[in-house]
């Protein structure tokens, strides 16, 4: 029923991807950057700044039309009859379990979603409701109260990297997607910010929880920092030779910090196994990833 | 946080609508109809049938264009720069949560969404994966597997009733709803029908597990009759009653069943209601349902 094993890091453990892909889009890109032409342009977009990546992408989304499609999004997303949309629905509602990759034909449209404001905007929503929770809540004020917040594509965007990586279209690759995360490079998700720096001063405390690893501490909190996350109350990695999938873990750190008196009142992540497994927080709020599975 | 109290049904507990809008259509209609205009057609759709209104509608979406806007789809439905969509998503995903009515603005959205194709477009991803991790399973062949099914917007269809009624826009009004289940008239949605007939040859029982009350449980059992829904093992009914909100009930009777040795390999419903609270079945599949929540 998972996509990964128990046996390891959820983002760590699944199958080495083909690099080539990665080769032919630099080389393409070089071509077409020497050419000049429109493609040239589509493709420069990937070297863009992680802050213009970002932001609402009012321009041309970007598109990989030039990857060899590859990928399956589950059994779902293998039926060529789907609709790209449809698959997205039934993966943000949790019907989809499982899948390693996004649907090959779905590359463009997961693309496009991403980089073309349509991500920005169910973020933007999903976060409104959130700030409006958190403003309308009767506090304790005796500090107990916390909100738990996911890191990937939660806190920061990884979306640097995914965008080179075919947003999802190309099978996970722990050895690259971990030298990107010792960069400690990636940016703020600018919704997930607000409603951060919203509750800092309101008084409720963040925690951070993450499926990364021990040994990404150092990277994790540095690029935190960086991005502007600061003053948390907490930042929980899985131990490094934990074998647990990301409910168990995630719930049951959850059930320490209630069993420590906090209270959680809110719970943010873009996976259904940062929000599934009691004590879930008073309060859920998914964000949009039809990228990537952790199960 | 819960749109319904405690003390009533889910369902039937809503404020009273101003009954007045429903006539104001019913007025335009008689004019329109007199009058031979493109209004005239559009209006006409009201009177489809059932199984015209719920088949993929590949012509003309229906919108209200004449009622007065009303309705706020909670906290973030009543913040004017959240485009539908993003509404949609937040909703679906259990996001935004305790709203009446859907956003007044959103009508024609909503509208177009339900009848327009998407909805059936999205019905069927969800089904197309759960048929095929239902054909994937290992049985036991003791007969003890069962899937809990919801009845309204699951097996069957309010669609000809909502269409009528601003798909949500209007405040709910028992009085008209409590009619209309009692015509035992609503429609199959075709695709858990095709899912439940799959059950049925692969030899899983059906339970259906609603919130309609007792009182309901005979113009229910015929409705149901009329779809086409026969050989369920159950069709279990909040007691008239009970004073627990859905989550509560219908967790309860899980639990229930599976006390009495039942296996629940899948949980299908269009309420997130439906599909939280342990246990909650080893898979769950949510039908999309932007017109009502129930908490």
């Known amino acids: 029923m998972h996509t990964q094993s128990a046996q390891g890091d959820p983002i760590e453990d699944r199958a080495l991807s083909m690099a080539s892909a990665k080769l032919l889009v630099t080389a393409l890109a070089a071509l077409l950057a020497a050419a000049g032409g429109a493609g040239a342009r589509e493709l420069s977009r990937l070297e863009m700044t992680s802050a213009e990546m970002i932001a609402d992408g009012g321009g041309m989304p970007l598109i990989h039309m030039l990857r060899p499609l590859r990928g399956s999004g589950g059994r779902l997303g293998r039926r060529a009859g ?25 590359e463009s449209y997961v693309g496009n979603y991403m980089m073309g404001g349509h991500y920005r905007r ?16 009767q506090l304790a004020g005796d500090g107990r109260e916390v909100w738990v917040f996911d890191v990937d594509e939660t806190t920061l965007s990884n979306l640097p990297y995914y965008a080179k990586h075919g947003f999802g279209a190309e099978p996970y690759n722990s050895t690259l997607f971990g030298a990107y995360v010792q960069e400690a490079s990636a940016p703020a998700l600018p919704e997930t910010k607000r409603l951060y720096d919203r509750l800092l001063a309101l008084g409720i405390k963040p925690v951070i929880l993450t499926g990364r690893r021990e040994d990404k501490r150092e990277a994790t909190a540095r690029n935190l920092a960086a991005a502007g996350y600061t003053g948390y109350e907490k930042l929980l990695l899985k131990p490094q030779d934990a074998r647990v999938h990301a409910v168990e873990f995630k719930s049951g750190e959850r059930q320490k910090l209630e069993d420590a008196g906090y209270v959680i009142v809110g719970n943010i992540g873009d996976q259904w196994s940062d929000l599934l497994g009691a004590p879930e927080g008073a309060r859920t709020f998914k964000l949009p990833d039809p990228m990537y599975y952790i199960g």
Chains 1, 2 share one sequence.
């Not at 609709?83 to 779905?106: H, K, L, M, Q, Y």
């Not at 169910?122 to 809540?137: F, I, P, T």
């Open 122 to 137: 169910d973020s933007r929503a999903v976060v409104d409701e959130a700030v409006a929770y958190a403003e309308g809540l």
């Open 82 to 106: 789907v609709p790209c949309d449809s698959w997205r629905f039934a993966v943000e509602t949790n019907s989809v379990r499982g899948w390693s990759t996004i649907p090959a034909r779905c």
